[in-house]
């Protein structure tokens, strides 16, 4: 079965540091796709970012980027320049290419300090 | 805007009621889904309907049953609510296809005592 590890319950950041939250994952398939969804608090879980697995270029957008490592089932998200707005909970999941369902991690609390 | 939309945002039901969460979606998605989302354990999967009347059980699906009769709605049951079902429910929808997004309603607090 797959799973997929956030080993971080916590972090924080000073605004407009940089910060970087992990995410490992296990499986034995080698096509499938990867997600950040960001969750502020009281508010909706958004996607913040995607990456599919047979792209080797990292996915990037705006201020948030990943560095995937397939090879080592890691997929880490990088946030820039943090601002106010970024603290929330952030969830990595994965999900095979032939599945519907996602597989999330336990998530990570980012805290931002002025 | 995709709009997934929950019923209520809180609940606080007793033991042993039967308790209906509803979902609603406007973008003519295929798959909708339940999870339960706990401190430490992420989501987890409930159920999840990938057509109407169409369902398929997730990895915790003990003490819940679900419905879909429309397309844009799909409501989960809790047919007689217990204590360690006290948690946040959200619901997702999606296009089918695996690299699509799952669109999240906002989460209902379900607190049964």
């Known amino acids: 079965a797959q799973t997929v590890t956030q080993s971080q319950p916590e972090m924080s950041v000073q605004e407009a540091e940089t910060v970087t939250l992990s995410c490992t994952y296990d499986?034995?398939?080698?096509?499938?796709?990867l997600f950040w969804y960001k969750q502020p608090p009281s508010r909706q879980m958004i996607l913040v970012i995607r990456?599919?697995?047979?792209?080797?270029q990292n996915a990037t957008e705006n201020r948030f980027s990943v560095n995937f490592q397939k090879a080592a089932k890691s997929f880490s998200l990088k946030i820039s320049d943090s601002q106010l707005g970024d603290a929330a909970m952030y969830f990595c999941?994965?999900?095979?290419?032939?599945?519907?369902?996602?597989?999330f991690g336990q998530g990570t609390r980012l805290t931002i300090n002025p | 805007d995709v709009k997934v939309t929950q019923s209520s945002r809180y609940l606080v039901k007793r033991t042993g009621e039967k308790v209906f969460l509803e979902c609603v979606q406007d973008?003519?998605?295929?798959?909708m889904f339940w999870y339960r989302q706990d401190p430490g354990l992420g989501l987890r999967l409930i159920y999840f309907?990938?057509?109407?009347?169409?369902?398929e059980k997730g990895d915790i699906p003990e003490g819940y049953s679900v419905s879909r009769e429309k397309k844009e709605r799909f409501s989960l049951i809790l047919e007689s609510a217990s204590t360690n079902q006290t948690s946040m429910y959200l619901c997702?929808?999606?296009?089918?296809?695996?690299?699509?997004?799952?669109?999240f309603g906002a989460g209902t607090r379900l607190s049964v005592l």
């Open positions: 997702a929808s999606s296009l089918q296809g695996a690299k699509n997004i799952q669109y």
């Open positions: 499986t034995s398939e080698s096509d499938y796709y």
């Open positions: 990456q599919e697995a047979y792209k080797q």
């Open positions: 999941a994965y999900r095979f290419w032939g599945a519907q369902k996602l597989v």
């Open positions: 973008m003519d998605h295929e798959n």
């Open positions: 309907s990938y057509d109407v009347k169409m369902k």
